[in-house]
């Protein structure tokens, strides 16, 4: 079955660190990726997106995301995190083809950065 | 477009009784998703619809749950009776598919409270 793997729960930083989440799918096939940032108390938002053509894709807010085919992987990234940057993350893959519609989420990480 | 709309945004009721959330997607967009969200099991897909027809309802809990979506611009998850494990924040989300890809976007959710 497929499944998306966020490795880090939780990650707590201080402003002005660097960022990396881990994100590792399990289907084989052609897929499109995703992440989306819930702030607190908020709804899901589209933070980026890959589809096809260059593996390292740029986001809203200085975020970016890298899919590495061979690892099945789309890492998310930002050089400098901020203290509003604070929210959940989630990966997630949608299988382009026959299961057109269905996404599939990570658990999520909780980011938390302090001032 | 004032986004994906649902309602109510806080429910709270008592466990026998029937609940119904509902939602309204973006105009034009062809899919609609139902999510759970709950701090044990993360975001759960419960069903979704492609041109208001159900395609996978395979993430709905049991026979207590329902959903139907009557037309393009409205849909409802009825929970009939309600328990206090159905206590949870159920998002309802539209896209429009084109080439291959979905990008979801989400409604602010609603919170359900069942004692």
């Known amino acids: 079955a497929q499944s998306v793997s966020q490795h880090n729960h939780h990650v707590i930083l201080s402003e002005a660190a660097s960022l990396e989440l881990g994100c590792n799918y399990s289907?084989?096939?052609?897929?499109?990726l995703f992440w989306y940032v819930q702030y607190p108390g908020q709804h899901l938002q589209l933070l980026l997106k890959y589809f096809s053509g260059d593996p390292l894709v740029k986001g809203i807010k200085g975020f970016e995301a890298e899919f590495i085919k061979s690892k099945f992987s789309f890492n998310l990234r930002k050089p400098s995190v901020q203290w509003s940057d604070t929210a959940e993350y989630f990966c997630a893959v949608n299988h382009r083809g026959s299961t057109l519609g269905r996404l599939y989420f990570g658990r999520g990480t909780q980011l938390t950065v302090w001032p | 477009d004032a986004g994906v709309i649902q309602s109510p945004r806080h429910e709270v009721t008592e466990m026998g009784q029937e609940v119904t959330l509902r939602c309204k997607p973006i105009?034009?967009?062809?899919?609609l998703f139902w999510y759970r969200q709950t701090m044990m099991r993360g975001l759960e897909l419960l069903i979704y619809?492609?041109?208001?027809?159900?395609?996978?309802d395979s993430g709905m809990p049991e026979d207590r749950f329902s959903a139907k979506m009557p037309n393009a611009s409205f849909s409802t998850l009825k929970i009939q009776p309600s328990e206090p494990r159905d206590s949870a924040v159920y998002f309802c989300?539209?896209?429009?598919?084109?080439?291959?890809?979905?990008?979801?976007?989400f409604g602010a959710g609603s919170r359900l409270t069942v004692l």
């Open positions: 619809f492609n041109n208001n027809v159900p395609i996978d």
């Open positions: 989300a539209s896209s429009f598919s084109r080439s291959g890809a979905n990008v979801l976007t």
């Open positions: 105009s034009g967009h062809d899919y």
């Open positions: 289907y084989g096939g052609t897929v499109n």
